[in-house]
Structures are given as C-alpha cells and as structure tokens.
C-alpha cells in the first residue's frame, strides 16, 4: 500500500505564487509516475500535471502551461507543483496521485492512478 501526503496549500492573492509536496510512503517505488489533479465545487476531477518515474518527462494541463511546474525529488519520495502566476480559477482542492508498478511514465488519465492523496485546498483570491 502506498500513502500520499499532501501539504502547501493555503489562501494565496491572485498572481501569486505557491509550492504543493507530496510525500509518498509505504510499499512505492522512485519509479512510479506520479500526478497532480484538481476539482472545483461541482466541477469534475481535472489533469493538472504529471511526470515521469524518472522525472525526465513532464505534461500539463493546457489551462497551467508555463505557470505550474512539477518535478519531483526521488531522495525525499516527494513530488512538487510549484505554481506562478495564479488565478481565480485555480481554486480548487488538489489531488497528488501515485501510478503503481509498471507505470513509470506520465499520464493524463486519472484511470490510470492507483493511489491518492486526500487533497490540499488552495484558495485563490481576486
């Protein structure tokens, strides 16, 4: 079993900025591709970022393109969404996924993430 922490959100004026982590324990492995995902009240969960097991492949979202950068620190088990720039319409509680063994690479599809965080609120104030 592998347990997500989730930690960093908050309340942040738009245009700011603000750093996610997600710290993995538990039976995972550096090699697990992992993710990012939001949902807004009465919206659906959304892809927000993903990266590779080995972190040399990234995708976005095209709404968080050139604002939100994730990466990811195999020492620590800990994967980052740093994110620039945000907006109203990035409030939303944010979600850290896990892929499990054999899926080291990056993915879109929420389908294809086994395990899941409880989720981080962040607040984006106009």
């Known amino acids: 079993q592998v347990r997500l922490i989730e930690s960093g959100g908050g309340l942040v004026q738009a245009g700011g900025p603000l750093r996610l982590s997600c710290t993995a324990s538990?039976?995972?492995?550096?090699?697990?591709?992992m993710g990012w995902f939001r949902q807004a009240p009465g919206e659906e969960r959304e892809f927000v970022a993903s990266?590779?097991?080995?972190?040399?492949?990234?995708l976005y979202a095209d709404s968080v393109k050139d604002r939100f950068t994730i990466r990811r620190d195999s020492a620590r088990k800990t994967v980052y969404l740093e994110m620039a720039k945000l907006m109203p319409e990035d409030t939303a509680a944010y979600y850290c996924?896990?892929?499990?063994?054999?899926?080291?690479?990056?993915?879109?599809?929420?389908?294809?993430?086994?395990?899941w965080g409880q989720g981080t609120q962040v607040t984006v104030s106009s």
């Open positions: 996924a896990s892929r499990s063994l054999l899926y080291s690479g990056a993915s879109i599809d929420a389908s294809s993430y086994t395990f």
């Open positions: 990266i590779s097991g080995g972190g040399a492949e990234s």
């Open positions: 538990g039976r995972t492995s550096v090699s697990y591709g």
